[in-house]
């Protein structure tokens, strides 16, 4: 019998060969400060769960009371009946905590991103998008059928010039960029693409999802950080970060929540945000408008992980958030650098080509507000030791 699925197995080999072959490590229990990965007990510095609200205990009760009343799934896509009051006061809460007319969610930040942007552009517009934008923004472009360009990283010139050359040919222009980039944990120029977005007339989209509960004013993300309410037409913001559950929206005018009503194809085809979730989403929101205490946190913490390292020795590149991408350098070395650490009790995951350009290779640090000071500095003394070993420092 001849095997179908051979070519399956023979892109495996290749993986294997290119040393960049995967198997999931498996975490028994909560996403919190220390766990449980493969049977080990390990700090984890690798979640997006930057405030500790996943495994809180007032976002954990909300969502236990939601259970009881609402039940595990929504049954629906929203457009039939899966639109229960609970996401309706979600939406209504993200509006005003943003600043923003209207707020539509959507299952997750990938969704929203594939979602939203075909259904804001068509054929003779065009869309203008940072080359390291994250892979849901390419994923939603490619899915677009307007015509498409990249500038260079945060290259304002480059994005310039392709204005000049190309705004009078295309009716609508929309500039896309990630708020905060996930890899090197730096900011896009907010203020200089607002000014060539209206020089040039065209609209703006700012993917937040590592700046929502991190940046501005109680974690209001970037665009509040750099005081620019009103100056974006699109804010999408992620539910499964820093708000510690699941979901992703965008924040933006009434109009344009009605029009994604009609296409946005996830709020169509696909079921909506399961209530116990939802009812989890408010109370962290609520947390967060209350007070700035765990942004407060999260920030200390950055701050004295990041001194500890730069003493050290190390490179942490460029970052202006507490995503602390500490440099290794080649694939192989980055790798070994991650596993040593985790032998010392530490996870922090290796990132390589073709996530980051080669050479490039990293352990990328990602601090949160549940991290004691305890944990940091378990951490800090297993980078020296292994810095020291690898000759990193
Ligand atoms: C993580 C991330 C997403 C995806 O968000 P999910 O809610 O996990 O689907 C989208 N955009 C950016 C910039 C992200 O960093």
Not at 174 to 187: A, E, H, K, P
Not at 291 to 299: N, P, R
Request: charged residues 25%; hydrophobic residues 40%; proline residues 3%.
């Amino acid at each position: 019998m001849s095997n179908k699925l051979k070519y399956i197995d023979e892109k495996i080999e290749q993986l294997k060969k290119d040393g960049v072959y995967r198997t999931l490590p498996v975490n028994y229990g909560a996403c919190t400060n220390v766990i449980n990965l493969n049977g080990k007990e390990v700090v984890n510095l690798s979640s997006n769960n930057y405030l500790g609200l996943a495994n809180h205990p007032r976002v954990k009760e909300a969502s236990q009371k939601a259970l009881e009343k609402y039940g595990v799934g929504a049954g629906s896509v929203r457009t039939i009946v899966g639109n229960q009051d609970l996401l309706e006061d979600l939406e209504t809460l993200l509006a005003e905590f943003k600043h923003e007319e209207a707020v539509m969610c959507f299952q997750s930040g990938l969704n929203c991103n594939i979602g939203t942007i075909q259904a804001i552009v068509e054929k003779g517009d065009l869309i203008i998008s940072d080359e390291l934008n994250h892979a849901s923004i390419i994923d939603g472009v490619r899915l677009a059928r307007s015509d498409k360009a990249v500038y260079k990283h945060n290259d304002m010139h480059d994005l310039e010039r392709i204005l000049k050359e190309k705004r009078d040919d295309y009716r609508n222009v929309l500039i896309i960029t990630d708020g905060v980039f996930s890899m090197d944990g730096d900011l896009a120029p907010l203020p200089e693409i607002v000014k060539l977005s209206k020089q040039y007339n065209c609209l703006t989209y700012v993917d937040d999802a590592h700046g929502s509960g991190v940046l501005g004013e109680s974690g209001r993300g970037t665009v509040d950080h750099f005081g620019l309410h009103g100056e974006i037409d699109f804010i999408i913001g992620t539910l499964s970060k820093a708000i510690g559950v699941v979901g992703g929206y965008v924040a933006t005018k009434q109009n344009v929540k009605e029009w994604l009503l009609h296409r946005a194809r996830p709020l169509l085809f696909s079921t909506a945000l399961p209530p116990a979730a939802t009812a989890a989403t408010i109370e962290s929101v609520k947390m967060l408008m209350e007070s700035d205490e765990h942004t407060k946190t999260l920030w200390d913490n950055a701050h004295y992980f990041k001194k500890a390292l730069k003493d050290l020795g190390f490179n942490i590149g460029i970052s202006e958030t507490p995503i602390t991408p500490v440099m290794i350098g080649s694939e192989a070395k980055t790798m070994a650098f991650s596993k040593a650490l985790l032998d010392e009790g530490v996870f922090v995951s290796g990132i390589v080509f073709p996530t980051v350009p080669l050479g490039k290779g990293r352990c990328r640090v990602m601090i949160s507000a549940s991290h004691t000071k305890a944990d940091l500095d378990k951490a800090i003394q297993a980078f020296e030791k292994v810095g020291k070993q690898l000759s990193v420092i």
